[in-house]
């Protein structure tokens, strides 16, 4: 059974991969972002112990799944469950554009008025990509990638 993990810069098309795949291969699928925030205001980064108990219980309910988002810290949790990984590596231009015609996402944003209100945040974020240091960053995913040694493939376009 199939277990995939995809990973990637905020906009570079995670979400609507995971959703095909899902679909084609009839798996489970985890958007990382329910798992990684608690529900506060403002919103905060949930305990990582906390967002492994979760991941436990997906991982535990599923036979074959995917986990999708940019979270390197919590991707690491399930690399040794995985056969699958895919890191969509597009250019910062292709995420940027891929965020402002994304569809509303209702599970992130109360409205879509609210999600288009958070894009130039947004937009921000994606462009400091390859600068960050951080788990987000694509010098994470890059070593999250690398490191893996099941079958794998980067992809450097949505094409």
């Given at each position: ?49 906390e ?8 991982t ?10 940019c ?22 231009e292709?995420c ?6 994304r ?19 947004l ?21 999250l ?10 992809m450097?376009?949505n094409?």
């Open positions: 059974m199939k277990k995939i993990l995809i990973f990637g810069n905020s906009g570079s098309g995670k979400s609507t991969l995971a959703k095909k795949l899902a679909a084609e291969y009839q798996l489970a699928h985890l958007d990382l972002d329910t798992v990684a925030w608690q529900a506060t205001t403002p919103v905060t980064r949930m305990p990582i112990d967002s492994q108990a979760l991941l436990k219980t997906f535990s309910n599923n036979s074959g799944w995917i986990v999708e988002g979270y390197a810290d919590l991707l690491a949790l399930l690399t040794s469950q995985a056969n699958e990984m895919v890191y969509l590596n597009l250019p910062v292709a940027v554009n891929n965020a402002k015609t569809p509303w996402e209702p599970h992130k944003y109360e409205s879509k008025a609210a999600q288009d209100a958070n894009l130039p945040m937009i921000d974020w994606i462009t400091q990509y390859p600068l960050r240091d951080d788990t987000f960053s694509q010098r994470a995913h890059q070593q990638f690398d490191g893996f040694t099941g079958n794998k493939t980067m450097l376009s094409e």
